[in-house]
């Protein structure tokens, strides 16, 4: 994080996995001592964010969605204490050969995201659900009606372009349609054929007309450089002076 600040990015969507951070391995002193760190550096963590491989909040397996439910609430109390006011969750994953049927997932899903709320209201918490390809609910049409049916606001949107963009979304026209409920943005390449997250420039995501939108529909939210490289810092930076007009992007569309 601290190189990151030297590059001008703050604002930190933090992974929350065990050995980097993680809720089990700090104690309360470990947890004062890390937002006073925090607050003296001028270090901002936007939200935790659960990598979701191991959990899943519309699991059939009732005891495993309650852990997944349970180790999110650990992740709210987790970020209250490092004075950051969100966690960003992926809303479950379904099988792509052979799902439940999707009334039945939903109700799963809104039970475990009504859990939630609960503690995010106590806490002073907001959830930005992620859009996501192996989730019940992948596309921006599916999470506004399904949002529709569940209206609150603590429950915003986390807009994946690049997520968007394997799902074969038109991204600004998303983001118009989502203005109201849109939270935080995460920003990284990709094409409708491959799945990835890539410096800006590698794919085929139109970031020109995604930041009109943004404009347009005067976001106020948090952008997210969400890169997954083995040369990061390059990749933050050139990505970042992409996004800013100082370096004109390559797209393969």
């Known amino acids: 994080m601290r190189k990151m600040q030297e590059i001008g990015l703050n604002d930190f969507d933090a992974l929350v996995v065990p050995g980097h951070l993680w809720p089990d391995e700090l104690s309360a002193a470990d947890r004062s001592s890390l937002a006073g760190t925090l607050r003296s550096e001028g270090l901002r963590i936007e939200s935790l964010n659960l990598p979701a491989l191991d959990l899943n909040l519309v699991s059939r397996v009732e005891p495993f969605r309650q852990y997944s439910v349970d180790?999110?609430?650990?992740?709210m109390q987790l970020a209250s204490d490092l004075g950051c006011g969100a966690i960003v969750v992926v809303p479950g994953r379904v099988s792509s050969l052979f799902p439940p049927p999707k009334k039945d997932t939903e109700l799963l899903l809104?039970?475990?995201?009504?859990?939630?709320?609960?503690?995010?209201?106590?806490?002073?918490?907001?959830?930005?659900?992620?859009?996501?390809?192996?989730?019940?609910?992948?596309?921006?049409?599916?999470?506004l009606a399904?949002?529709?049916?569940?209206?609150?606001?603590?429950?915003?949107?986390?807009?994946?372009?690049?997520?968007?963009?394997?799902?074969?979304?038109?991204?600004?026209?998303?983001?118009?349609?989502?203005?109201?409920?849109?939270?935080?943005?995460?920003?990284?390449?990709?094409?409708?054929?491959?799945?990835?997250?890539d410096r800006v420039g590698l794919g085929s995501v139109r970031f020109d007309?995604?930041?009109?939108?943004?404009?347009d529909v005067d976001f106020s939210g948090v952008p997210v450089l969400e890169i997954i490289s083995s040369t990061p810092l390059d990749d933050l930076r050139a990505s970042a002076q992409c996004l800013s007009g100082r370096q004109e992007p390559h797209h393969d569309r």
């Not at 180790?71 to 992740?75: K, V, W």
């Open 71 to 75: 180790l999110y609430i650990d992740t």
């Open 110 to 143: 809104r039970d475990s995201l009504e859990q939630l709320l609960r503690v995010a209201e106590r806490l002073d918490q907001k959830l930005y659900v992620e859009l996501h390809p192996q989730t019940p609910i992948p596309t921006t049409a599916a999470m």
């Open 146 to 197: 399904f949002f529709d049916a569940l209206p609150h606001e603590r429950l915003l949107i986390a807009y994946d372009v690049s997520n968007a963009e394997f799902v074969g979304e038109d991204q600004a026209d998303a983001v118009r349609q989502c203005a109201a409920r849109l939270g935080q943005l995460h920003l990284s390449d990709g094409t409708r054929s491959q799945w990835r997250h």
């Open 209 to 215: 007309e995604i930041l009109k939108a943004l404009n």
